[in-house]
């Protein structure tokens, strides 16, 4: 079974950083595009950035950009997203997604066959 395990969520103060990690059991991350999503409360889920682990190509969400960078490290299988400069409205569960379907854009919530459970961001 595909296991995504999320960790490094938490609470900070707004302008502060945190480091979220996502790793995999049972799943090698070289072969497709692996994703973070977050949704706040009474909110959709939402698409911030996604990598390549294979090639390093990233993307970002145009919230995010310049200030989270997800990386990906195929020696350990796992994918990270650094957050810096976080603000109030970033206060959201964060869910790494794993393998495309390639049948909608990468932002999409069913574009993704793997979900893990999710961590919990809060900024005040």
């Known amino acids: 079974d595909v296991q995504l395990l999320e960790s490094g969520g938490g609470s900070v103060q707004a302008g502060g950083s945190l480091r979220l990690s996502c790793a995999a059991s049972?799943?090698?991350?070289?072969?497709?595009?692996v994703a973070w999503f977050r949704q706040a409360p009474g909110r959709e889920r939402e698409g911030v950035a996604a990598?390549?682990?294979?090639?390093?190509?990233?993307y970002y969400d145009d919230a995010v950009k310049g200030r989270f960078i997800i990386h990906g490290d195929n020696a350990k299988n796992t994918v990270s997203l650094t957050m810096n400069s976080l603000t109030p409205e970033d206060t959201a569960r964060y869910f790494c997604?794993?393998?495309?379907?390639?049948?909608?854009?990468?932002?999409?919530?069913?574009?993704?066959?793997?979900w893990g459970q999710g961590t919990q961001v809060t900024v005040s």
């Open positions: 990598v390549y682990p294979q090639t390093g190509t990233a």
């Open positions: 049972g799943y090698t991350y070289n072969r497709n595009c």
């Open positions: 997604a794993a393998e495309r379907r390639y049948r909608h854009t990468m932002f999409t919530v069913d574009e993704y066959n793997y």
